[in-house]
């Protein structure tokens, strides 16, 4: 007979000791690599980030990340989790504590060995009820246990948010641009029918609400993915792109795709974003030209008078200084990442701008430097293509800065405030930035050079963003 083991939850760990514990331990699973081969210790591994209800967003230690990472760890393949469902709880016991350093802030971080480890892992799929997968022989829990998996399967509903899936990644249009390793939240839309040039490779086309990409998964772990199917919104973790014309993107070594639950509010705040209601729809159907919105006017008479130009006839030293023009462009993304950051104190003396924090008031804020009082300022960055070269990788940055207030027509004449005291404004702004990097919207405005340097970059002016309900 099993003796009943303790369950914990992962806030009792939060000061130690740093020893092997005999607890039983549940957590959600938030994020995770697929199971990959670590050389240094010829064993196979996969790292999982959990949370509960004590150690989450919210409820986490202030001194410590908001997720708590596990790593699993064995001589064979099968006795390591392969996570494959943001949602699902695992179990697990006998795993070594240890609080690690990384980045500035402590991390909570379990090992679990299969030879070192007395104790099992246990998995529970958030997508199917009856399915447990588990170490060794089939495990039954204790009515305590089976109550608190019913427990974090509730929380874990209302937990997962679109907006935090959102910090945590990128979208594939600004991917592209940033040609460097990412993460995404995709929907698969259909497997793609085999081409001679995909040979060896299982091809997933996804889409988000930026662009499309194509996943090839090599033939060799086309079972361990199997479970991707389409239709499916998915979170992929540590993928690249090997061809950005083809738009062909492969996992690294400790990539992963990971399906998020389907039957939740972050699903649908995702497919309400991506706009696909109706079945197999295409992006090639859906960027139709009657199709395409555009939210902004441009504000000043003169200006509304403008001609159209290329975006490439204004951009570096083909753009004459004190010229303006007025272009139509897409906004991929924009930066900075946090729209905490959008508004930034300027100091008129010494002509620094810095970033503001909770500790500066809503609508004030000293000078790091002279201590003197400063302005607060909108400055934006949007990363823009030209609208009639939708396919084009060339991503131009355009400047968005408030100055005595001029400019903060752009965002609904809101004059700028701490955001990190506003939660009203962020909101706001992040309306808008949803709004404008929407895959069928584009930009009529207005910019000009921001000096005589020929590379100076492009700033934007006379444009007012029109706030019409789609
Ligand atoms: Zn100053």
Known sequence: ??????????????????????????????????????????????????????????????????????????????????????????????????????????????????????????????????????????????????????????????????????????????????????????????????????????????????????????????????????????????????????????????????????KSAVVEDYRKLMNIFVEGMDLEEMVDEKRYMQPTEVSTTINAFLPLSPLRDAVGPRGLFGKKYRVKVYVVDMGPREVQDWVKGYCPICYKFFFLTEADEENRAKCRICKKDAKLVYQVQLFVKEKELRDTTTVSRLLLFTHNNKGTEFFDNEPPANCHRSERLCTKLRTMCRMLTHYNVYLDCVVERLTRDPNSFLQLVDTVVKFKQQ
């Not at 514990?21 to 959990?50: E, L, M, W």
């Not at 202030?62 to 989790?81: D, G, R, Y």
């Not at 246990?122 to 109550?147: F, M, V, W």
């Not at 090599?218 to 993915?225: R, V």
């Open 1 to 262: 007979m099993r003796t009943e083991t303790k369950q914990r939850r992962l806030s009792d760990f939060a000061h130690g000791p740093e020893e092997r514990t005999k607890d039983s331990i549940f957590g959600i699973v938030v994020d995770a690599t697929c199971v990959y081969y670590r050389p240094q210790n010829n064993k196979y591994a996969s790292v999982v980030k959990i949370v509960d209800q004590s150690w989450s967003q919210i409820s986490h230690p202030k001194e410590f990340a908001p997720f708590v990472k596990v790593l699993f760890m064995s001589k064979t393949k099968a006795e390591v989790p392969h996570m494959k469902h943001i949602g699902s709880v695992i179990r697990f016991e006998g795993a070594l504590l240890k609080l690690i350093e990384e980045e500035k802030r402590k991390i909570l971080m379990f090992f679990w060995d299969a030879v070192t480890s007395s104790g099992k892992w246990l998995l529970s799929s958030e997508t199917d009820n009856s399915t447990l997968t588990s170490t060794g022989a089939p495990q039954a829990l204790s009515q305590a246990e089976t109550q608190t998996l019913e427990e974090l399967k509730k929380f874990s509903r209302f937990y997962l948010k679109e907006q935090m899936l959102m910090d945590l990644t990128q979208n594939l249009a600004a991917a592209r641009a940033a040609n460097k390793e990412f993460d995404a939240v995709c929907r698969v839309i259909r497997l793609s029918p085999p081409r001679p040039q995909s040979k060896g490779f299982v091809v997933y086309k996804l889409l988000d609400h930026t662009d499309k990409a194509y996943l090839h998964i090599p033939d060799s772990l086309a079972a361990e993915f199997a479970y991707i199917q389409p239709k499916d919104f998915v979170m992929l973790k540590g993928v690249q792109y090997l061809d950005l014309v083809e738009r062909k993107i492969e996992m690294k070594e400790h990539g992963n795709v990971l399906t998020l639950p389907t």
